[in-house]
């Protein structure tokens, strides 16, 4: 056992500080929730509860760490691990006496106070502490008030002193494990900091797009609106090692400028490359002392769409824009509906917006994807990129990008920050041999001429329609038709060598009532056999995998049979323990309500909740896969799931099902055999007229696709003659 969680263990108030669920063992091991619940089933070495609280088993938190470190298990490495046990020992300080500013002042501070004397704070007296802080703080900009603040300290301060070095030791240096407590605030309970702040990826995309990585050495970035340093923070850390940069910045709240001042001093930036001021804009000071910014980024800060004002914005926006020196640069994020959205036309937003346009200061607009403040999702936001370029060099030229509809995910920010990095790097003027993605290139005079408009894509460019999507559309179409005419073709031979469809179907005599039974009895009697359903991540689904997947959709209908599919790589790889379906296999699912589907093919892989009923090849008398599932299908219908209730009155396994054997069977089985053949051209012929109609509209909804007026086409005005319709 750790040490230090030893020392932890004997100051901690009790027990239960320490006691974690099996969704908490899934966060911590960074694992779906019920992959715990299967290792504990599944392996005997797995720690046993020791508690259970309204129906829930506790376990001891330090016995599942260890397991997860021995064993290996999980997707967390093990320095992350003891990190994130200590967190959650952390969360359970909270009280009224220690409330969550308190705790994570304290704790950062302490992480602070640690890195500054190179030294282990745990096991010294709290004056102690206070002494060698008061020496390194003697102005109390950073620290001092902080460990000052902690309630009775001889014990509380220790024990968070324990924690500090806990977390240093787990990381790979004291600035990791600063991170690793703000990442924790809204697990703390310290609202105030996580309000505001940017999910992570959208940060690091930000730090990316100001170009940090390729300024030059001494440069001087600054963050108005720092907040709690987050942009700062992920700019230093892509700024090139050892660069000498300078940093600036500023928040009207002056507890986040000492929490900024203590993030930036664990990262080894001191007060002469530093300067963190109270208020809403860097102060006159800063700026004189150390010049212009080369590079300025900031998140404006949230204002309620009801209140805010979007001349106000822009204000601010144009208050940044002063802070540039030639050849400088900003990325500010804000309201989209200020900054890209549609504007009154000529009122003074507008006028102020297009400002921007005049001296080519405005490079960028871009769309961000929603869920960019992960505590309020509703705001949708946009970023400008703004540069100040000398008369001779301004290209008159705007990247106009939108995302809105892509999900906040690394890739999608890795390809917008690829594309403002080559639209940068071209001098603003675009590169030839790279078309950006989600965006085009236009002049700022098409923008400024027509007041109001909206700064995102409004068409695709002239190289778009030279892709080969584009490009293959006449000939993808050409296809369809004929497929089209092909299957026209087989319904009329079938047509011909069938004959019409007659179930002869009467009433069954009351002296033979039909046997019944349901598919738990079928499963005792051995004719069926039940497989689960796979847990399948959604990022592992493709249009172009080499397996079939059928998800609750495909068995509804929702979803065309097929769409999804999962590359053999990554099916052998992440889920080693799946099984294939067999031909015949009955694939059925109650959520989101009931539906069954019967794979004639096999080789699919079925995604959890549905599961397969498989028809055993030795049962007597024998199960047919088409009558069970049109049956189940019947049964299901009287006992659907009511409005309002959690799930159905009773259960696939209950459903009370006609048991049918000998020659009804037969006929029953040749009759629905018939019907899926025919059902199947249906479908072939309605896939192919939607494929035709998607493709036809993509072509016209981009502009790459005319139609010519053919003679076997009908005439559509006699159609509306005969209609009474068109006078």
């Not at 907040?227 to 090139?240: E, I, K, Q, T, Y």
Request: with cysteine; aromatic share 6%.
């Amino acid at each position: 056992m750790n040490t230090a969680l030893d020392a932890v263990s004997l100051i901690l108030p009790d027990l239960p500080a320490w006691r974690i669920t099996y969704a908490e063992i899934a966060a911590l091991a960074r694992v779906q929730r019920p992959v715990p619940t299967t290792w504990s089933r599944r392996h005997p070495d797995f720690p046993v509860p020791v508690a259970h609280e309204d129906g829930r088993p506790l376990f001891d938190a330090r016995e599942v760490v260890d397991w997860l470190a021995e064993t290996g298990r999980g997707n967390a490495d093990r320095r992350r691990l003891r990190a994130e046990l200590a967190l959650h020992t952390l969360a359970a300080w909270r009280t009224p006496a220690l409330p969550a500013p308190v705790l994570v002042g304290a704790l950062t501070a302490l992480i602070c106070l640690r890195q500054q004397l190179d030294t282990a704070v745990s096991g010294r007296r709290w004056d102690d502490l206070l002494d060698r802080a008061a020496t390194l703080d003697a102005e109390d900009a950073f620290l001092l008030a902080e460990l000052r603040a902690v309630p009775d300290p001889d014990r509380t301060g220790a024990a968070l002193a324990v924690l500090a070095d806990e977390l240093t030791e787990a990381a790979y240096t004291p600035a990791e494990a600063f991170d690793w407590v703000l990442e924790a605030r809204r697990r703390l309970g310290s609202t105030d900091l996580a309000a505001d702040a940017p999910a992570p990826p959208l940060v690091r995309a930000l730090a990316a797009l100001t170009g940090v990585a390729d300024l030059e050495e001494g440069a001087v970035l600054a963050t108005p609106y720092a907040g709690a340093g987050d942009l700062l923070a992920a700019l230093h850390a892509a700024a090139p090692e050892g660069s000498g940069h300078t940093y600036l910045a500023a928040d009207p709240d002056p507890a986040r400028v000492r929490l900024v001042r203590r993030r930036m001093l664990v990262r080894e930036v001191y007060e002469f490359h530093l300067d963190v001021t109270e208020g809403e804009d860097l102060s006159v000071e800063s700026v004189e002392d150390w010049g212009y910014p080369d590079l300025l980024a900031c998140v404006l800060p949230y204002e309620a769409g009801e209140v805010r004002n979007a001349r106000a914005v822009l204000e601010r926006v144009q208050a940044l824009a002063d802070y540039l020196d030639t050849g400088s640069t900003a990325v500010v994020l804000g309201p989209a509906d200020v900054l890209v959205r549609s504007l009154p036309r000529h009122g003074d937003a507008d006028r102020l917006r297009r400002s921007f346009l005049h001296d080519g200061l405005l490079k960028a607009a871009i769309s961000l994807p929603d869920g960019a403040f992960p505590y309020r999702p509703g705001y949708r936001t946009a970023v400008w990129l703004l540069s100040r370029t000398p008369d001779s060099e301004r290209t008159g030229l705007v990247l106009l990008a939108d995302y809105s509809a892509k999900p906040l995910t690394e890739p999608v920010l890795d390809t917008l920050t690829e594309d403002i990095a080559i639209w940068s790097a071209s001098g603003w003027r675009g590169d030839r041999r790279h078309e950006p993605r989600n965006a085009v290139i236009v002049p700022a005079k098409v923008l400024d001429d027509r007041p109001g408009t909206a700064f995102t894509p409004q068409h695709r460019t002239a190289e778009a329609r030279y892709t080969r999507g584009v490009m293959e559309r006449p000939a993808l179409i050409s296809d369809l038709e004929q497929r089209l005419a092909d299957l026209d073709e087989r319904a009329r031979a079938q047509a011909d060598l069938r004959a019409a469809l007659r179930l002869q179907a009467v009433l069954r005599p009351e002296d033979k009532p039909v046997r019944r039974t349901t598919v738990r009895r079928l499963l005792k009697e051995r004719r069926l056999r039940r497989r689960p359903g796979h847990r399948i991540a959604q990022e592992h689904l493709t249009a172009e995998g080499h397996y079939r997947v059928i998800t609750p959709e495909e068995i509804l209908g929702e979803v065309r049979a097929g769409f999804r599919r999962i590359d053999r790589g990554v099916l052998l790889t992440a889920y080693g323990h799946a099984q294939f379906t067999e031909p015949g296999d009955v694939v059925v699912t109650t959520n989101p309500r009931f539906g069954v589907y019967v794979d004639e093919e096999g080789l699919s892989v079925v995604a959890a909740p549905a599961r397969v009923l498989r028809v055993h090849p030795d049962a007597d008398p024998p199960v047919r896969p088409r009558a069970l599932a049109a049956l189940l299908r019947a049964a299901a219908s009287e006992y659907a799931r009511t409005s309002g209730a959690v799930r159905a009155s009773r259960a696939v396994e209950d459903l009370l099902i006609p048991d049918l054997a000998g020659e009804e069977a037969e006929r029953f089985d040749a009759v629905l055999a018939e019907v899926a053949r025919r059902a199947a051209l249906l479908r072939e012929q309605c896939d192919a007229l939607d494929d035709l109609a998607r493709v036809a509209a993509d072509g016209f909804a981009d502009g790459t696709l005319t139609m010519q007026t053919l003679p076997e086409l009908p005439d559509l005005s006699d159609l509306t003659d005969s209609s009474g319709t068109d006078d």
